[in-house]
């Protein structure tokens, strides 16, 4: 079936770890999205990319990355300067087609708790 | 700058009410807004609305857009326990394929 799979779904790193949260589509989809969503709150952008080995950053890219060398890939890594990772992250994509015909799909989340 | 507002940020009914939740938005190169469900995982798809004034329905939810006074609101009606969730709007442009989000309505249903 298709659709967008994260792993790990719950995760704990220590502080000063970098963690890596995988998201593979297989949709075919262009454009690739990490939300992190905190308790209570809506969803925020972290990075984005539309196409193979390029991405922008979203609104709170500090103190995470990103990498884009597949189009079904898109790993983020929470790196130890994020001082305050602990949130629920979405992984999502998206066609990159014109008019109105495309939604936003998203992947079932990665927790992530520091200890 | 581009922004998503939902409102009320959270409501508590009974079973069996009717509640509208709110969606305005300032979004440049409009393409399309986006309602999705979210029950302590991923966001599903309930409706997305391109043209104003066409209801889009699904059961007992049914949502409406404005794009002349840039709002869009999502009807429940005969609120069930079920529908306990955060109700998320966004919106996506056509400048850079971005989808702008609100911070979403948490609806409680009480039996």
């Known amino acids: 079936d298709g659709g967008i799979t994260q792993s790990p779904k719950y995760l704990f790193r220590k502080e000063g770890q970098n963690v890596t949260l995988s998201c593979e589509q297989n949709?075919?989809?262009?454009?690739m999205y990490w939300y992190r969503q905190d308790p209570g709150q809506g969803l925020r952008l972290i990075y984005y990319?539309?196409?193979?080995?390029?991405?922008q950053k979203g609104d709170i890219a500090e103190g995470y990355s990103v990498s884009r060398e597949k189009k079904e890939s898109f790993p983020l890594t929470v790196t130890s300067a994020q001082k305050n990772p602990t949130a629920f992250y979405l992984c999502?994509?998206?066609?990159?087609?014109?008019?109105?015909?495309?939604?936003?799909?998203f992947g079932e989340g990665s927790w992530l708790t520091v200890v | 700058e581009d922004k998503v507002v939902q409102s009320p940020l959270s409501l508590v009914v009974h079973e069996g009410d009717t509640v509208t939740l709110n969606c305005s938005y300032e979004?440049?190169?409009?393409?399309?807004l986006l309602w999705y469900k979210q029950e302590k995982k991923a966001p599903t798809f309930l409706f997305m609305l391109?043209?104003?004034?066409i209801e889009k329905k699904s059961g007992r939810l049914s949502s409406i857009l404005d794009k002349k006074e840039l709002f869009s609101i999502l009807n429940i009606t005969a609120t069930q326990t079920g529908d306990s969730a955060i109700y998320l709007c966004?919106?996506?442009?056509?400048?850079?394929?971005?989808?702008?989000f609100g911070t979403g309505t948490s609806l409680t249903v009480i039996p």
């Open positions: 990319s539309q196409i193979v080995n390029d991405f």
């Open positions: 979004v440049t190169n409009f393409r399309s």
């Open positions: 966004a919106v996506a442009s056509n400048t850079g394929n971005q989808f702008y």
């Open positions: 391109t043209s104003s004034g």
């Open positions: 949709l075919n989809h262009d454009a």
């Open positions: 999502a994509s998206s066609t990159l087609q014109g008019g109105s015909g495309n939604t936003i799909y």
